[in-house]
C-alpha cells in the first residue's frame, strides 16, 4: 500500500517539526555571562607655548624711517614647560599699500632648540605674505626665542606724496605645532 501525502499528514509533520525545534533551540543558546572590571590611568603631556604680543605701528613711519620690534617664542606658559617637543613658523603679512621693507633676525638672547631659519634676514613677500619655517622648541626643556623684525620705508621713493593717505597692516603670527617623537631632535 503506497502512502499518499495528505493534508492531515503534513499539518502533523509540520507540527512534529516545529515541536522538535522549539526542544532543540534553547540547547543551543549558550548560557553563560562574563563580567569583566579594571581601572587604568591615562595621562596627558601638557602643551605649553606662548610668544610676546607686539603692536605694529606704522602711521608714524616715513621715508628714510625705521621701527625696531622685539618678540619672543616660548614652550612656557603659566609656569608650565611643555612636555612634547613643538615646531613653529613665523608668517610676517602686509597689505602692500606702502613701500615697507622687512628683515627678521635672531636676537642673541635665545635658549635651548633651534631657531627659525630667517637666512639672510630680508624677508621675501609673495602675495604680502612671508614665511619663515624651522624653529624648535624642545619637550620637557624650557626654550626661550628671541626675535628682532625691522620695518624700514626705504628713503629712495620719489615720489612719496602718493601715499599720504595710504593705511597698511602688519601682521606677525606664530604657528606652533606638535612634533612626533621620531622627529624629535
Not at 118 to 134: A, H, N, P, Y
Not at 145 to 168: G, R
Amino acid at each position: 500500500m503506497k502512502k499518499h501525502l495528505t493534508k492531515t499528514r503534513i499539518a502533523v509533520y509540520t507540527a512534529l517539526l516545529c515541536l522538535l525545534g522549539l526542544t532543540a533551540a534553547p540547547a543551543t543558546y549558550a548560557r553563560f555571562t562574563a563580567r569583566v572590571e579594571g581601572s587604568a590611568v591615562a595621562s596627558a603631556a601638557v602643551w605649553a607655548s606662548e610668544s610676546s604680543e607686539i603692536k605694529i605701528d606704522v602711521s608714524e613711519l616715513t621715508p628714510g624711517k625705521t621701527s625696531l620690534y622685539k618678540f619672543k617664542v616660548t614652550n612656557k606658559k603659566d609656569r608650565k614647560v611643555s612636555q612634547v617637543g613643538q615646531e613653529y613658523s613665523i608668517t610676517v603679512e602686509t597689505t602692500g599699500n606702502l613701500p615697507l621693507k622687512f628683515v627678521l633676525t635672531p636676537d642673541g638672547a635665545s635658549s635651548g632648540g633651534s631657531l627659525a631659519k630667517t637666512g639672510s634676514g630680508s624677508l621675501t613677500f609673495t602675495d604680502g605674505k612671508s614665511v619663515v619655517e624651522g624653529g624648535f622648541l624642545p619637550h620637557t626643556e624650557e626654550a626661550t626665542h628671541s626675535y628682532e623684525l625691522t620695518v624700514s620705508w626705504p628713503n629712495d621713493e620719489k615720489n612719496e606724496f602718493v601715499y599720504a593717505d595710504e593705511i597698511d597692516l602688519v601682521t606677525v603670527t606664530v604657528d606652533a605645532k606638535q612634533t612626533m617623537p621620531e622627529s624629535q631632535r
